[in-house]
């Protein structure tokens, strides 16, 4: 049995490309998403009950930037 390292990107916030804090595009980029349509469903959320801008903010936190 083989094991084989990831080749998906690790999860951090991009230096270039961001918005506001990068948390939307570095998750499209870990998932190979359109950074834009991450966008998009983080607005359309944020009109939805729920602790979303909260979560933003815990993930602007934990989620580190990238090195350069």
């Known amino acids: 049995m083989s094991t084989t390292a990831s080749t998906s990107p690790s999860l951090s916030r991009p230096r270039s490309g961001r918005m ?4 939307c595009a570095g998750l499209a980029r ?3 998403l359109s950074p834009t349509l991450v966008r998009w ?6 009109l939805l009950p729920g ?4 979560l933003y903010v815990i993930l602007w936190i934990v989620i580190p930037s990238d090195r350069d």
């Open 20 to 23: 506001i804090a990068g948390v």
């Open 30 to 32: 870990r998932f190979g």
């Open 41 to 46: 469903i983080a607005v359309a959320s944020v």
């Open 51 to 54: 602790p979303q801008v909260l």
